[in-house]
Protein backbone atom coordinates (compact mmCIF):
# COMPACT_ATOMS: atom_id res chain seq x y z
CA UNK A 1 0.00 0.00 0.00
CA UNK A 2 1.03 3.91 -0.51
CA UNK A 3 -0.17 6.52 1.18
CA UNK A 4 -0.30 9.97 -0.57
CA UNK A 5 -1.35 13.56 1.36
CA UNK A 6 -1.76 16.21 -1.08
CA UNK A 7 -1.19 20.17 0.21
CA UNK A 8 -0.08 23.49 -0.76
CA UNK A 9 -3.77 24.25 -2.42
CA UNK A 10 -5.42 27.83 -1.57
CA UNK A 11 -6.56 30.87 -3.75
CA UNK A 12 -4.64 33.01 -5.82
CA UNK A 13 -5.48 35.87 -8.73
CA UNK A 14 -4.79 34.81 -11.95
CA UNK A 15 -1.00 34.95 -13.14
CA UNK A 16 0.18 34.06 -9.44
CA UNK A 17 1.91 30.90 -8.56
CA UNK A 18 1.07 27.61 -5.87
CA UNK A 19 3.32 24.82 -5.13
CA UNK A 20 1.61 22.11 -4.45
CA UNK A 21 3.18 18.94 -2.33
CA UNK A 22 2.29 15.83 -1.70
CA UNK A 23 3.91 13.48 0.91
CA UNK A 24 4.55 9.90 -0.11
CA UNK A 25 4.12 6.69 2.34
CA UNK A 26 3.96 3.00 2.93
CA UNK A 27 5.79 0.55 0.57
CA UNK A 28 8.86 1.15 -1.59
CA UNK A 29 9.14 0.01 -5.40
CA UNK A 30 12.62 0.20 -7.55
CA UNK A 31 10.68 1.68 -10.43
CA UNK A 32 7.35 3.87 -10.26
CA UNK A 33 5.12 6.77 -11.92
CA UNK A 34 3.65 9.36 -10.06
CA UNK A 35 1.18 11.98 -11.46
CA UNK A 36 -0.69 14.81 -10.76
CA UNK A 37 -4.35 15.08 -11.76
CA UNK A 38 -7.26 17.58 -11.18
CA UNK A 39 -11.05 17.77 -11.64
CA UNK A 40 -13.04 21.11 -11.79
CA UNK A 41 -16.56 20.84 -10.74
CA UNK A 42 -19.08 19.53 -13.71
CA UNK A 43 -15.99 18.18 -15.58
CA UNK A 44 -13.94 15.26 -15.54
CA UNK A 45 -10.75 14.07 -14.25
CA UNK A 46 -7.78 15.03 -16.48
CA UNK A 47 -4.13 14.41 -15.93
CA UNK A 48 -1.64 17.43 -15.61
CA UNK A 49 1.93 15.95 -14.69
CA UNK A 50 3.77 12.64 -14.54
CA UNK A 51 7.42 11.60 -13.30
CA UNK A 52 8.39 7.73 -13.03
CA UNK A 53 11.27 6.73 -11.19
CA UNK A 54 14.10 7.72 -13.67
CA UNK A 55 12.64 11.40 -13.70
CA UNK A 56 11.34 11.01 -17.33
CA UNK A 57 8.33 13.54 -17.07
CA UNK A 58 5.23 13.71 -19.05
CA UNK A 59 3.11 17.00 -19.69
CA UNK A 60 -0.39 17.32 -21.00
CA UNK A 61 -0.84 20.84 -23.08
CA UNK A 62 -2.51 22.67 -20.64
CA UNK A 63 0.74 22.15 -18.05
CA UNK A 64 3.35 22.80 -20.36
CA UNK A 65 5.58 25.87 -19.78
CA UNK A 66 3.59 26.48 -16.67
CA UNK A 67 3.89 24.09 -14.61
CA UNK A 68 6.83 21.70 -13.28
CA UNK A 69 6.87 18.57 -11.51
CA UNK A 70 9.22 17.24 -9.55
CA UNK A 71 10.25 14.39 -7.10
CA UNK A 72 12.10 14.45 -3.80
CA UNK A 73 13.66 11.31 -3.83
CA UNK A 74 15.15 11.55 -0.49
CA UNK A 75 12.08 13.52 1.54
CA UNK A 76 9.86 11.07 -0.47
CA UNK A 77 7.93 14.50 -1.57
CA UNK A 78 6.08 14.87 -4.91
CA UNK A 79 5.40 18.43 -5.69
CA UNK A 80 3.90 20.37 -8.68
CA UNK A 81 4.91 24.49 -9.28
CA UNK A 82 2.12 26.13 -10.84
CA UNK A 83 3.07 29.46 -12.79
CA UNK A 84 0.92 31.84 -14.63
CA UNK A 85 -2.47 30.13 -13.06
CA UNK A 86 -5.07 30.94 -15.24
CA UNK A 87 -9.02 31.12 -13.37
CA UNK A 88 -9.48 28.18 -15.91
CA UNK A 89 -6.84 26.25 -13.68
CA UNK A 90 -9.09 26.53 -10.85
CA UNK A 91 -9.84 22.69 -9.90
CA UNK A 92 -9.41 19.74 -7.23
CA UNK A 93 -5.90 18.89 -7.70
CA UNK A 94 -4.73 15.18 -6.84
CA UNK A 95 -1.46 13.00 -6.69
CA UNK A 96 -1.45 9.48 -7.74
CA UNK A 97 1.19 7.11 -7.57
CA UNK A 98 1.75 3.16 -9.79
CA UNK A 99 3.96 0.72 -8.69
CA UNK A 100 6.24 -0.95 -11.38
CA UNK A 101 5.48 1.30 -13.37
CA UNK A 102 7.19 3.49 -16.62
CA UNK A 103 6.27 5.97 -19.08
CA UNK A 104 7.09 5.81 -22.05
CA UNK A 105 7.16 8.18 -25.21
CA UNK A 106 5.34 11.06 -23.73
CA UNK A 107 2.25 8.81 -23.29
CA UNK A 108 0.14 10.12 -20.73
CA UNK A 109 -1.18 7.02 -18.44
CA UNK A 110 -4.47 7.28 -16.55
CA UNK A 111 -4.24 3.90 -14.63
CA UNK A 112 -3.44 5.26 -10.89
CA UNK A 113 -3.87 2.62 -8.00
CA UNK A 114 -2.95 4.75 -5.21
CA UNK A 115 -4.86 8.47 -4.89
CA UNK A 116 -4.90 11.36 -2.31
CA UNK A 117 -7.47 12.80 -0.98
CA UNK A 118 -7.11 16.46 -3.04
CA UNK A 119 -6.24 19.92 -2.63
CA UNK A 120 -8.10 22.58 -3.85
CA UNK A 121 -6.84 25.31 -5.92
CA UNK A 122 -8.89 28.22 -6.63
CA UNK A 123 -7.55 30.95 -9.54
CA UNK A 124 -9.74 34.30 -9.83
CA UNK A 125 -10.01 36.86 -12.75
Known amino acids: QVQLAESGGGSVQSGGSLRLSCAISGNTYDTYCLAWFRQAPGKEREAVAQIDSNDYTVYTDSAKGRFAISNDKEKNTLSLQMNNLKPEDTAMYYC???????????????????WGQGTQVSVSS
Open 96 to 114: AAEPWCRLLLSVVRTDFTF
